[in-house]
């Protein structure tokens, strides 16, 4: 069974703090994403990793940064968090024409 | 530019009753197109995908959607409803550039 694990799920932080939230797969996929979504906002793309080292930005990936060190583990990093990055993250791995979503981290910047 | 149209942000009917959720696009080649599903609380999953072939494509929980190039459609349909088919769907197009891009979301709401 393919499988997408992500952590921490819920997580809270003061603004100005440092933020790593992990996704994990088993599956081997060369391509994964991270995402958050908001209410009245959908899904938007935040970066989109090819595979070990090659990340690209998504639509927006202002005051986010990732990681990709193994192909099975692609870390979303957010520098002195803001209250405005308060959401639901998701990341994704990627294999032939499917997208396969993790459980989510809802982050709360108080 | 590609992108998703989902008009109806809140759908309600009756158990019993047929469903259909709208979802238009607009994309210049020959799109891929898919279907998720969210239940409260938890993450999306997969429900179908039309890429090539038979316009109508069957999916998982009974689902099936109709892709119409004429009217750049792929709307989602079920018959009939349940109470546990509340969700909120997302209609996903993949083009040129891999990246999956998402309408805003249908919340379903299926009263018993």
């Known amino acids: 069974d393919m499988k997408v694990t992500q952590m921490p799920r819920y997580l809270i932080k003061r603004m100005g703090e440092n933020v790593l939230l992990e996704c994990g797969q088993d599956?081997?996929?060369?391509?994964m994403y991270w995402y958050r979504q908001d209410p009245g906002l959908g899904l938007q793309l935040i970066y989109i990793?090819?595979?070990?080292?090659?990340?690209s930005e998504g639509d927006i990936p202002k005051g986010y940064r990732v990681s990709r060190k193994k192909r099975e583990h692609f870390s979303l990093i957010l520098d002195s968090a803001k209250t405005n990055q308060t959401s639901v993250y998701f990341c994704?791995?990627?294999?032939?024409?499917?997208?396969?979503f993790g459980p989510g981290t809802r982050l709360t910047v108080l | 530019a590609q992108s998703v149209d989902q008009p109806d942000a809140h759908v309600t009917l009756s158990e019993g009753a047929s469903l259909e959720l709208r979802c238009s696009y607009s994309?210049?080649?020959?799109?891929?197109l898919f279907w998720y599903v969210q239940y409260p609380g938890q993450s999306l999953q997969f429900l179908l995908k039309y890429i090539t072939g038979d316009t109508v494509v069957k999916g998982t929980k009974g689902f099936e959607a109709e892709f119409r190039k004429s009217n750049s459609s792929f709307n989602l349909k079920k018959s009939p409803a349940h109470w546990s088919d509340s969700a909120k769907y997302f209609c996903?197009?993949?083009?040129?550039?891999?990246?999956?891009?998402f309408g805003l979301g249908t919340t379903l709401q299926v009263q018993p």
């Open positions: 994309y210049s080649a020959a799109p891929y």
């Open positions: 994704a791995s990627h294999t032939g024409d499917e997208q396969y």
């Open positions: 990793s090819y595979d070990v080292d090659s990340n």
């Open positions: 599956m081997s996929h060369e391509t």
């Open positions: 996903a197009l993949t083009g040129n550039t891999g990246k999956l891009i």
